[in-house]
């Protein structure tokens, strides 16, 4: 049994951007769907997908790199962890690096990124960083 599948996820995309491949698979949750759309809606990945296989369909998501091969995702971190939730207001989220990266929370309308939240006037639990 996994206790954390958000940091599984986050790990599986860290390892397989590091090694340049071209998609990454991971079993599939709405919650891992919820975060592969907000980093999609971001220009993070290009795309992802639902795979039909046994015993549990998996979340394939399509990395993307720039025209020269460069990282799009240069790091993502987990910042609620099961000890230890983090909660934050609408107006204490901070830009992260001056807006070049994001902060995905959860929120009561799902999962967003912080310039979705600030402009919806949401806060929730913060789940992962990503520059």
Known sequence: MMTDPIADMLTRIRNAVRVERP???MPLSKVKQ???DVLKREGYI???QEVEEQPVNQLR???KYGPNGERVIQKIRRV????CRVYRKAR???PVLNGLGITILSTSRGL???REAR???LGGEVLCEVW
């Open 23 to 25: 998609n990454v698979d």
């Open 119 to 121: 402009q919806r006037k």
């Open 46 to 48: 290009w795309d992802w």
């Open 34 to 36: 919820g975060l592969a």
């Open 92 to 94: 204490d989220l901070k």
């Open 61 to 63: 998501i399509e990395l």
């Open 112 to 114: 967003v990124s912080d």
């Open 80 to 83: 609620s962890k099961p000890g």
